[in-house]
C-alpha cells in the first residue's frame, strides 16, 4: 500500500453563494480523476454536495451519529460513480449537531476524533470539507480536523467583505494551539468575468490583499457549470470540455502543488 499522509483541506466561505459546494465537489472530482484517491466529507446541512455527486440524501448517512460519539465514520463512507472519489453524505438532521456539540466535551476536536482512524488507514490521499456557510460549531470543527483551508470568493463587490472575520478565527484556533497546523491554503476567485471590469477591479484588490495566496487559477460564471449539479454530476464528467471544467482541472494541480503531492 502506498504510504501517505492523508491532507485535509476545508472549504469555506461564510457568506453563501459564492461557489463553496461547487467547488468542493468539483475539485473533488479533478484530483480524483488525476489519481488520487479523493473523501468528500459532505458537512453542510443543506447536502448540496451529496446530490452534487449523484448520492440521494438519505436518513441516518451522514455523520451525525458518529459525531455525537455512535458508530465509526468509516461505516457512513460511499462510493460515487467516479473513480477515486468516495463521499461521506450529509443530511437535514446535521443541523442538530452545532446545538448537540455545544454542550458537549471537546466539542471542537470531534470532527478531529471521527476523522483520526481515516486518516490513519492510509486510504485517502486528500479529504476535502463542504462547510456549511457560516462560522458555526460544524465548521470550527472542520477548521480544527484541517491542514489547510480553502476560500472561495465571487468576483463581486463585498467579496472581502466577513473574510476578515474568517481570518480571525483561523488564526485564534492556530494561535491558541487548538491546530496550530492550520493555515490558508489559498483563495479562489469564483463567477469570473473577464468582459467586465468590476470582476477585474475585485480581482485586483483581492491578489493586493492576499497576495500569493490566491490561486492563478479563476473559475468562469458557466450556465453548463450551473447545471451540473442538477444531473449529479461534477463539471468534468457533465461536460468535459466546458471553460469551467478546464479551470478546475487547472485549479487541482494548483492545489496538489501547494500541498507537494505532484
Known amino acids: 500500500m502506498r504510504q501517505v499522509t492523508t491532507r485535509v ?8 453563494g459564492v461557489g463553496k459546494t ?9 484530483l480524483a480523476a488525476l489519481g488520487r484517491r479523493v473523501l468528500l466529507f459532505d458537512l453542510d446541512p443543506q447536502a448540496n454536495a451529496t446530490s452534487g455527486v449523484g448520492v440521494e440524501k438519505v436518513d441516518g448517512a451522514s455523520a451525525y451519529r458518529v459525531l455525537l460519539g455512535e458508530g465509526l465514520l468509516s461505516e ?10 468516495d463521499l461521506i453524505p450529509s443530511e437535514v438532521d446535521l443541523c442538530g449537531v452545532d446545538f448537540e456539540l455545544a454542550r458537549a466535551e471537546n466539542h471542537l476536536q470531534r470532527v478531529t476524533e471521527v476523522l483520526r482512524p481515516v486518516r490513519q488507514s492510509r486510504n485517502y490521499d ?9 462560522l ?13 483551508v480553502l476560500v472561495p470568493l ?14 480571525r478565527v483561523m488564526n485564534q484556533l492556530h494561535d491558541t494551539g487548538i491546530n496550530p497546523h492550520l493555515e490558508l491554503l489559498g483563495v479562489v476567485m469564483t463567477m469570473y468575468d473577464g468582459r467586465t471590469r468590476l470582476s477585474q477591479q475585485v480581482v485586483g484588490e483581492v491578489r493586493e490583499h492576499f497576495k500569493e495566496k490566491v490561486f492563478e ?15 449529479g454530476k461534477p463539471i468534468l464528467y457533465y461536460d468535459k470540455y466546458n471553460t469551467g471544467s478546464a479551470a478546475y482541472e487547472l485549479l487541482s494541480q494548483e492545489v496538489l502543488d501547494r500541498l507537494k503531492l505532484d
Open 136 to 148: 458555526g460549531v460544524l465548521t470550527l470543527n472542520a477548521f480544527t480536523a484541517s491542514t489547510g
Open 217 to 231: 487559477t479563476m473559475i468562469p460564471r458557466s450556465t453548463r457549470l450551473a447545471e451540473a449539479p442538477s444531473f
Open 154 to 167: 465571487q468576483c463581486e463587490y463585498f467579496a472581502l467583505e466577513g473574510i476578515s472575520m474568517l481570518n
Open 22 to 30: 461547487t467547488t468542493a465537489v468539483n475539485l473533488s472530482a479533478c
Open 76 to 85: 457512513k463512507i460511499q462510493r460515487t460513480a467516479f473513480e477515486g472519489l
Open 126 to 134: 486528500v479529504v476535502i470539507i463542504d462547510c456549511p456557510p457560516s
Open 9 to 16: 483541506i476545508a472549504v469555506a466561505n461564510q457568506k453563501g
